[in-house]
């Protein structure tokens, strides 16, 4: 059970925190390769060609919260809703204003039902994931904060795990923009200027937090981008 006070920048601190220390969250995956960053994508295309099934599979087992997800399971549920016909990068859920009014508000026992509708249509939603994991705790639930907790540390550990985020070779693989964010927000990292460097965001940073290294922080966006070059060519 996680526990922490309601203080946005210690709650966010804490997450993290417990999240880096959990055995579940740094325990590695016994003779596992972990797919390099400009692979992944192909890398996971290749596993769904060869399994019609195995995204639906995968994609149940995480949402039934399933602690016996490898690394590269994982990968598969994150990285290959790039391929299913349901992706949509740049679409807003529509009760997400709705959500974010009680929210905002502090509401949470109001926003909590609210948040948990859109998570079911999107699952791998990771900003939801996390304001559900805010609603749970602060409301005592301890079941759903349990839940919550597995969907997001099972997402931030794959983007973590897809590069180090330090160069565009080596940056981390997001399917949405907003995971950028999200991410960030997390690690309490703080940026003056963003900019597109081929198929990569990068953010020039002034606060690297407590763990971040560099200066910089790199995104690969490729998938997002050519999703919205699609819409925009449509």
């Known amino acids: 059970m996680i526990m922490f006070l309601y203080n946005k920048k210690t709650m966010i601190k804490k997450i993290v925190l417990l999240l880096i220390l959990s055995p579940l969250f740094v325990k590695a995956q016994q003779n596992e390769d972990l797919v390099p960053t400009r692979s992944v994508y192909d890398s996971v295309e290749v596993s769904l060609k060869n399994d019609k099934d195995l995204y639906k599979k995968l ?20 990285y290959g809703a790039v391929f299913q016909k349901s992706y949509n990068p740049y679409g807003t859920p ?20 609210i948040g948990e509708k859109i998570l079911k249509e999107e699952p791998l939603n990771f ?18 904060t349990e839940k919550y907790r597995f969907y ?11 590069g ?16 950028e964010y999200t991410l960030m927000g997390q690690l ?18 002034t606060d690297n937090g407590d763990d971040f ?3 910089e922080i790199w995104f690969d ?5 050519a999703n919205l070059t699609k819409m925009l060519g449509e």
């Open 164 to 179: 180090d985020g330090l160069s565009s070779q080596t940056a981390f693989v997001v399917t949405n923009v907003e995971h």
């Open 152 to 162: 997001y540390r099972q997402i931030l550990r794959t983007i973590l795990l897809s």
């Open 188 to 205: 309490e990292l703080r940026y003056s200027s963003q900019s597109l460097v081929g198929v990569c965001d990068k953010f020039k940073l």
């Open 221 to 225: 966006v490729s998938k997002p981008l």
């Open 213 to 215: 290294e560099g200066d």
């Open 94 to 113: 529509k009760k997400e204003k709705e959500f974010f009014k009680y929210y905002n508000e502090k509401n949470y026992k109001k926003a909590l039902p």
């Open 59 to 78: 994609l149940d087992r995480y949402i039934d919260i399933d602690t016996t997800l490898t690394d590269k399971e994982m990968a598969i549920v994150y």
């Open 127 to 144: 900003k939801m994931v996390f304001k559900l994991l805010v609603c749970a705790n602060v409301l005592k639930d301890e079941k759903k």
